[in-house]
């Protein structure tokens, strides 16, 4: 009797002990000098990164590839701001 619910507990506390998946992004501004360029963006973050803090050291190094420098993380959001930021974001909508 004691292991037919020791399994349960178990797929429980599992269950409980996993990390929460849930969708992170950051809309940003960014740089580029000589000749001066700016662009606003949308870019996915992995879940350790759901801070503006996080989301810089995650965005910067990537934008900084192609010659962008970040200015500013503007805010984190989820799934549901997606949509309302991608014509702005044009084709900088989570191209980074």
Request: with cysteine.
């Amino acid at each position: 009797m004691k292991h037919a619910l020791l399994i349960p507990m178990l797929v429980l506390a599992l269950l409980a002990a996993a990390p929460a998946r849930a969708d992170c992004y950051a809309d940003y501004k960014a740089k580029q000098d000589n000749p001066l360029r700016l662009h606003y963006g949308v870019a996915r973050l992995p879940d350790t990164a759901c801070t503006p803090q996080a989301a810089s050291r995650q965005l910067a190094p990537r934008l900084a590839r192609e010659g962008w420098t970040l200015l500013n993380i503007l805010s984190i959001f989820g799934p549901e701001g997606l949509e309302q930021r991608k014509d702005s974001a044009g084709p900088y909508f989570l191209r980074y």
